[in-house]
Each structure stands twice: as C-alpha cells, then as structure tokens.
C-alpha cells in the first residue's frame, strides 16, 4: 500500500503510528516544506554555559521578528513563527518549519471531555484507547489531582514536575476553597506535560529554567522525534521537502501537486498539514475560494502576585518556565463555558528580553525575589466564545486570512476574573484590578472542513475526498479552553486506522 502524508507536524506523528501499528509494510512518503528553523549555536549546550554574547546574539534574533511584543514568544532557541496578518489583535501562527507548531508549543496535553465531542460522530469512549496509545509514546508528567474531577481519566505516566514553592501555594490556597459562592468552581492541578522527568532518562529535564528559548535537553516532546525516527527506521521511505499545491483523486489513486512537479500512484493520502495549511491545499483542490472560517481561541494574560512568607532563602533558579499549575474555572450552570488558566513562574526570559541583556548581571538578584512574588497567568476560552477568521484564495492563488469576529469572550472573561479574583485573593495573594490583555493568538486553530459541517462533507474517517482523509484538527467542529495537540495526535491515530481497515 502506497501511503502519503501532508505535514511533519503532531497530527503526522500520529498518523505514523497508526499507520507503523496498522500496515507496517507500506510505502510511505511524507511531504512537509520542511524547513530547519534558524537557531543560534547554543540548542545543544547547557544555559549555564551560554555567554552574555550567546545570549544577546538570541534576543536580537527575536526582537528582530516580534519587537518588543507582551508577552514575548516562546521561541525555538531564537527562531519564532510567522503570523497571518488578519486584523487588529488577529494574528494567527503560521509554521513552515520541519515539526510544524509542537516546536514552539507549550507541552501541555489535557483530553476532551465528553461535553467536548459535540458534532463529533464519536466520543470519548471511542478515542480513548488511542489517547493511551499517545501517552504511552510520548510520555506525560502528572499527578492525580483535583483537575481529574474534571477532565477524569489523566493518562499520567512520568512523574511529577517541582514546582516552585509560590505555585505550590497558590494550588493549595485554591482547593482549600471547595465552597465557591458564585457561578463557578475554581479547581486547581498540576499541568500535564509532555515533558521527560524521569530521573534515569538521557533527555531529562534539569529545571534550567530556559524553556521559552528551547529545551536544550529535548526533555520537551516535538513530532521530529517521531517523523524522524521513522525516517530513519526506514518506514517513512520518501521525505519530500516540497510545498503542496493541491491533491486529487480519480479511479480510487491519489495524486499529489507540489510546486515543482506531480506524485502520482497513491492508495490513501492523509492531511496533516496544520488547519491553516490543510484547509489551503483543500480549497485549491476543490475549487473553493472562499466560505471556509477557522476558529481560534482567545486567550488573556494577567500577575499573579504573592506576599506572604514560608518561601525558600535560594535563588530560585530551579524551574520550568512552561505551565507549571492550572486552574480549572467550572462553570456551575450548564449554559456556562470552561475557561482554562495557565500558571508559569515569572521566568528570567522576560528580564533579558525587556533590559540589555547586558545589565542581566545587576538584575540577577531582583529577578530572583521578583520570581518568588510574581505569577503569570493565561486564561483560555473555548471557540464557541472566541474568534474567528475567514479563508479565501485570490487572483493569484494565495492564501488570505481575515478576522470575522472577536467573539463575547471579553464578557465571559470578565465575569471569570470577577470570580477568580475573590478566590485567589488571601494568604498573601492579591489579583489585581487590571485590565485584561487579549492576546493575538492562541495556536488552537479548528474548524475549516468539521465532522459536523454542511458545505463539504467530511466522514469519520476524515474522509473528503476518495481516499483523501483529514488526519488534523481541521475536522474538529470546536476546540474547548484546553490545549489540542493530545486529541490532535489520537484522532490523527484513530483516523489512520479506521481508514487503512475500512
């Protein structure tokens, strides 16, 4: 069986192993623009060792691309993403580099809940095994805590990460409150990490605290290290680092349009281009130029501070800069929406991007106190609630992306800090009354050619054209306030196999 992928990206990955467990002796060629990001020397030397050189040479890199933007990207050791230019405050993340999106993400995996399949022609229970499949492949830090009373099963398999002392704090300040007055219950969890924290293991990760410039250990999990394994192995037999134009399909063979020629002769094809990237290879090869709307998120940035004692006389330099702790806010009322908030330590990444990098050496020691008092937090909301672009082609065949709608989330994520505020506020936590920061983007991209659409129709194997499957979020009807990548790489999983056995 001649098999073809679109995309290098976690939707890939799990398309490969599906594919790996399902028909081992294919023949498969994945397609990917596949550019190498362009990083500075330091990806493969501890943070201790970089000099104030190293480290000016990556934050020029970086306000080379974003200026000075807040909060400032996570980056891959100085390589950041493109942006659509859709609008004011709507800039959606484009990926052309080898990997896709999971270079850049937060490592964060949390499953759908059942209220989460809606349009979906499956649930939880179905797509259940194949989140177990995932976990066990790419590993996940976590403990079972009070966010299982949402999400149920965690899939937790690796340890636990440290978590500073303040965070600690605020997590056992939440849950002590379990009479919540008001319309939501605020719960309170580590994060599920895609991160390697076993003790033993080659790519564990140290706590340098550097992860907003790249994991130098690769202890954070990216789909090159499936891709490219079973490149290597030899099960991917072909890597075409060429741009997709637009597939076809006649007489059950599939035929893939690049820029630079045809591949013809496939038995299935599937696309794991990304929602943006899959959605414009569709639309040539259907002929659609406009009609298509992708969802996004919205997301809000906001301190924490802490001001109470009980905290270690150190310097603090012991961390993980990602998600460390997550609030759940439950909505009590079935009308209600989830809303899911990130909690990171105050990295010392921000210092060194908004001062000299120079003066690192003066700001050292507050950075360190700072770190102790401060916490960032990030509430997400899910798409029901949030913005939405418009895709068309023009004349020339290219890609335009435009906001349609911010969606009523200000208004949700008003009433939600109202609530968080009288939660979080005590034991010498203050949330402040500061205005809302709507971020541009939250890269939880959905929606183009859903299961539950009407314009195009879609099967549940992702089916959209003969032999053609979407093996990406793109068929999701909505994304919920989590992150996407877990349920992004397990319908990748189970797409492939329904489409191989049907």
């Given amino acids: 069986m001649r098999i073809a992928i679109i995309g290098s990206g976690p939707a890939s990955a799990g398309t490969l192993l599906a594919l790996h467990k399902e028909v081992p002796d294919a023949d498969v060629t994945v ?7 362009q990083i500075t020397p330091v990806s493969d030397r501890a943070p201790q060792e970089w000099s104030i050189d190293e480290y000016d040479q990556l934050h020029h890199q970086i306000k080379e691309q974003f200026g000075l933007a807040f909060p400032p990207p996570k980056t891959f050791f100085g390589q950041g993403l493109k942006k659509h230019p859709a609008g004011q405050n709507a800039k959606p993340f484009i990926s052309e580099f080898y990997g896709g999106l999971s270079r850049h993400w937060s490592a964060s995996v949390f499953p759908f809940v059942p209220g989460n399949f809606k349009g979906w022609p499956l649930g939880l229970d179905e797509l259940t095994p194949y989140y177990n499949e995932i976990a066990e492949h790419i590993g ?55 991160v390697d924290t076993r003790k033993d293991s080659a790519n564990s990760c140290v706590y340098c605290g550097e992860c907003m410039y790249g994991c130098f250990r690769s202890a954070i999990y990216d789909a090159t290290k499936t891709v490219g ?47 943006f990237g899959t959605s414009e290879i569709l639309m040539r090869s259907t002929g659609l130029s406009k009609g298509i709307t992708v969802k996004d998120n919205n997301s809000y ?49 921000y210092w060194r991007y908004y001062f000299p990098v120079g003066a690192w050496r003066y700001l050292s020691r507050g950075a360190s106190i700072f770190k102790a008092r401060m916490i960032l937090a990030k509430m997400y909301f899910p798409t029901e609630v949030s913005k939405s672009y418009a895709l068309s082609l023009d004349v020339s065949d290219k890609l335009l ?33 500061l205005k809302l920061v709507r971020m541009s983007t939250s890269s939880h991209y959905v929606g183009a050619f859903p299961y539950a659409g009407t314009d195009v129709s879609v099967a549940r194997s992702g089916e959209v054209m003969p032999n053609v499957h979407i093996a990406d979020s793109s068929v999701f009807p909505e994304s919920p306030a989590q992150t996407l990548t877990f349920t992004i790489m397990a319908n990748a999983a189970r797409t492939a196999t329904e489409a191989v056995n049907g």
């Fill in 31 to 37: 397609f990917d623009i596949g550019k190498e990001p």
């Fill in 140 to 194: 996940i830090s976590g403990a079972h805590d009070r966010l299982n009373s949402y999400f149920g099963e965690d899939f937790v398999n690796l340890p636990a990460i440290d978590v500073p002392a303040p965070l600690t704090r605020l997590d056992q300040h939440v849950n002590a409150q379990r009479d919540q007055k008001g319309d939501y219950d605020i719960i309170s969890g580590l994060n599920r990490l895609a």
């Fill in 229 to 275: 394994a079973f490149r290597a192995s030899g099960f991917v037999k072909s890597f075409v680092a060429e741009r997709v134009r637009k597939v076809s399909s006649k007489d059950r063979s599939v035929t893939v349009e690049t820029e630079k020629g045809r591949h013809n002769g496939f038995d299935k094809l599937f696309l794991a281009a990304g929602c």
């Fill in 301 to 349: 940035v906001f301190p924490i501070f802490y001001f109470g004692g009980g905290l270690p006389k150190d310097d603090h330099s012991k961390y993980i800069s990602i998600t460390n702790t997550v609030l759940g806010i439950v909505p009590k009322d079935e009308k209600g929406v989830y809303a899911h908030v990130h909690i990171s330590p105050f990295a010392d990444y």
């Fill in 401 to 433: 992306v435009d906001k349609l709608d911010y969606g009523p989330s200000d208004q949700y994520a008003k009433a939600v800090l109202k609530h968080l505020r009288r939660v979080v506020s005590g034991n010498g936590f203050i949330l402040p009354p």
